[in-house]
Every structure is written in structure tokens, then in C-alpha cells.
């Protein structure tokens, strides 16, 4: 099937496949949109089952990051890049330093980061051979506790629009995956208050919780049944979907997954079960917006009083999607192709 076709191929400026005999690379890049800017978007290492499993994730991925950096006010773009391969067995400094001049022969339209299956150390290598490398651990870092933070202020947008309760003080929040980002998304919210879930795979995370913070814990099955104000889901995509959703007993979904709705309809489904669901791509953008601000040199306080506006954006979203009896995510996306928009009409008139 040709690229053009394909059905997550939607207007992308580019897709460069990467091939490299000597140390076996096989990647894609996909660059979706520069309008607003170079192309961010992190490094995943994955072993799809096919090519064309890799490209669909690379396709849909780097969209995603298009709208995310266009509604978190950035002047960037959205991009995204796989290798295919097991990140257990198949890395090499050279695969990575060979991924690395790939990305230099952009000359700055794509910007690389860690995302899953790649280290901070893995980008290090890549940073040897091109300055288009993002959240080195000499920059900004692990983007994690950023992305809490605009998380957890994201949360408290969405009680204060939904619950009109102005703060998290005995807010319930069942929180699915304490890893990166949900162990520093339960500090935040315990601080603030509020009565915390957990739940994990990985049983001593969830165990830490509980002693840290005095979190309830349950088993990952039973999470969504949690009676609970705020369902915040922190480990994979696709957790809302037609098995979960007449389990869910929460009256907020706002967490970092990305792609949480396992389709665009079960969008519609949380509206309609009088869920207010705070878009994955706009809650979640503190990592990214954390990043804006490592150079010339890093400033971390700018940075999290910026990622901390994720809570005036999602009102102004909440408020225009109920003026216009939409669902939120529905409002999200027109927002930012409006931005989008118009930064390509200013830059016409300007050519012209
Ligand atoms: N790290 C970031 O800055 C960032 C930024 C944007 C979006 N995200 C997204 O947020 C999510 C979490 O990211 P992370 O960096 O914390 O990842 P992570 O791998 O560090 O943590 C995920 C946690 O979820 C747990 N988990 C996996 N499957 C589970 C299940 N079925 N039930 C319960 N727990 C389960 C894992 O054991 C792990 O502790 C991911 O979807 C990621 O794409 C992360």
C-alpha cells in the first residue's frame, strides 16, 4: 500500500525511511507539520511485527505531537521516529550513532527526545553525531515530573469545571500506573490532598505508594470499578473503551496516557455518561513544554510556571466545548488546526 493511502497518513511534510546495512538500522522518521516550528517528537525502539505496523505508529504518533505542541502554545512542530527492533537485545551505540546522522541530514526540521524503549543514555549517543537531540540529561532531563505537574494541574482544572470544587482537599483519584510519571503525579496530589487509588503491574510500586502516601490499593482489573472522583489513567493508550467504559465510575478521565480513547467515538460514549475527559494530548504536554525551555540554558522555574498553564487551557477548552455542545477532544483538535491555520495564512500573506 502506498504511504499516501495509508490510513494514519494525514498531509505529512515527510516520511524518510532509514536504512543502514553496516549496523542494521531500519527506522522511520515522519515529519507531520512545521508550521508552527521544527519538529519535536521523541525516539521509540520497538519490535514491531511489520513495517507496516512501525509506520502506522510513526504516522499517528507524530500528529499527535503536532496538535499537542500547537495547543501548548509552542513554536513547534509535531514529529516522531521508530527504530524496529527489540530494545532488550538490539541496541549498539553505532545503530543509535547511525540514527543520529539521519537526523543531522535533516538539518534541524526534526528534533529527537527519548521516548519508550530508548534511554536518556541511548540519545546521549545520538547527541554525539547531531545537536538535534532534545531532554539530554546535561539539558533538561528525564521530562517525567514536568509532565506530572502539568497533569496534576490539569486535574485540578477539570474538578473546578466539573465539580466546581476549587481545590483537591478529599478529591478521590484513582491513579492506573505509578511509574515516571504517576509516581510524581501521586506526590503532587497526596500534597494537595486529595485521597488517592493506585494500582500497578508491577506490585512494589504500588506497595511504595501505599507507604508513602497512604494511597488505597487495588488490583489493575478492578481499577476502573474504583468509586472515585477522577479515574487518572498513567500506563498505556486505549484504556477507554467499550469494556471499561460501563465499569467506570468516575465523573473525570485526566491522566497521561496517550491515545486513551481505543477509538474517536468512545469520546462521544464519556460525553454521553456525563464524563469529562481532559484531552490526552493537551494534559500531558508538560514534557514537551518542559523541553521549550532547556535552551540556551535550562530554567526550570519558567518551565514549570508555564506547564502549570495547562489548567487555563483545559477551562478555556472545557468552556468553548460546552458553548459549542462538543466533546472535548472534538474542541481540542479544532483549536489547534485553527492555530496551525492561521500561522500558515500569516506566513503566505508574508511570502506573498
Ligand atoms: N514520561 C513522560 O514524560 C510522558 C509524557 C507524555 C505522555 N506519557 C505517557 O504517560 C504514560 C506513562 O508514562 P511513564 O513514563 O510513567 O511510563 P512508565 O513505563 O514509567 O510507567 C508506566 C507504569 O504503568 C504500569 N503498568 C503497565 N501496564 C499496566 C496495567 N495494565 N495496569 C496498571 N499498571 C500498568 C507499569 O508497571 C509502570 O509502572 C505512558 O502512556 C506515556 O506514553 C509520558
Redesign the pocket.
Known sequence: MSVFDHGEFSEHEDVIYCHDRATGLRAIIAIHDTTLGPALGGLRMWPYASDDEALTDVLRLSRGMTYKAAMAGLNQGGGKAVIIGDPRSDKSPELFQSFGRFVEQLGGRYITAED?GTSVADLGLVAGVTDHVAGLAALSG???P??AWGVYHGIRAAVAHRLQRPTLEGVKVAV????????YLCQYLAEAGAQLTV????AK?MEQMADKWGANTVH?DS?YEAKVDVFA?????AVINDETLPRLQANIVA????NQLSQAHHGESLAAQKILYAP?YVI????IINISHERPVYDEVKAYAHTAQIHDTLIDLFRKANAAQMAPEKMADKMAEARIFNARQQQNSVAA
Open positions: 519508550v528525564d521530562p517525567s514536568a509532565t492506573q500506573g505509578v511509574g515516571h510519571v504517576g509516581y494500582t500497578d503491574i508491577d510500586a489493575p481499577i489513567p498513567c500506563a498505556m493508550g491522566g497521561s496516557a496517550n490526552d500531558n504536554a508538560g514534557g
